[in-house]
T-cell receptor, first 113, second 117 residues
């Protein structure tokens, strides 16, 4: 079953605006990661946030993590047309005895020039 | 660095045929993962290897699916016989070992798009 669930499923914004995507998960985690997938391509890692971190930045990306609410958000500031892609959160969860990354179904972001 | 290399990129086959997908992970990576992506189910982990040994194959849907990793630089995912519901994009990914409690990022290949008619 899916560990992470993104919200919204699809998001359309104008170039220059900020885009916020949310992720909720179900069990305790070691870390949470965000990936981007351009149409017809493989996934590319964007950022990793550990379970003891609350916020992390990388360029125009800002990720927050709230372990009490089992949720994370990805903010892309000053969006560009090249940011058009699907964005996935993924979690490593504890207690499973098998360290694997479980992905949500993604948010499809469209940035209109 | 060439990244994770998958072949073929596209495969169209008829129901009942055998399909073999191939993956070359990044040199030095200890873990290799096979995922399947569909619109309905998203990304599903099928199986993963550590140092060429299969660790968890609980995601393999049926006995028709099998995966091998004969050495550190090559893995195959085989479907025999194939069925239309196997149509999907199959991704291979690899990563360094890293600390056990802090698994790091995965590096994905470009995927193999399989269509079974």
């Amino acid at each position: 079953s899916q560990q992470g669930e993104e919200d919204p499923q699809a998001l359309s914004i104008q170039e220059g605006e900020n885009a916020t995507m949310n992720c909720s998960y179900k069990t305790s985690i070691n870390n949470l990661q965000w990936y981007r997938q351009n149409s017809g391509r493989g996934l590319v890692h964007l950022i990793l946030i550990r379970s003891n971190e609350r916020e992390k930045h990388s360029g125009r990306l800002r990720v927050t993590l709230d372990t009490s609410k089992k949720s994370s958000s990805l903010l892309i500031t000053a969006s560009r047309a090249a940011d058009t892609a699907s964005y996935f959160c993924a979690t490593y969860y504890t207690g499973a005895g098998s360290y694997q990354l479980t992905f949500g179904k993604g948010t499809k972001l469209s940035v209109i020039p | 660095d060439a990244g994770v290399i998958q072949s073929p990129r596209h495969e169209v086959t008829e129901m009942g045929q055998e399909v073999t997908l191939r993956c070359k992970p990044i040199s030095g990576h200890d873990y290799l993962f096979w995922y399947r992506q569909t619109m309905m189910r998203g990304l599903e982990l099928l199986i993963y290897f550590n140092n060429n040994v299969p660790i968890d194959d609980s995601g393999m849907p049926e006995d028709r699916f099998s995966a091998k990793m004969p050495n550190a630089s090559f893995s195959t995912l085989k479907i025999q016989p194939s069925e239309p519901r196997d149509s999907a994009v199959y991704f291979c990914a690899s990563r360094f070992r890293g600390p056990l409690e802090e698994p790091g990022e995965l590096f994905f290949g470009e995927g193999s798009r399989l269509t079974v008619l």
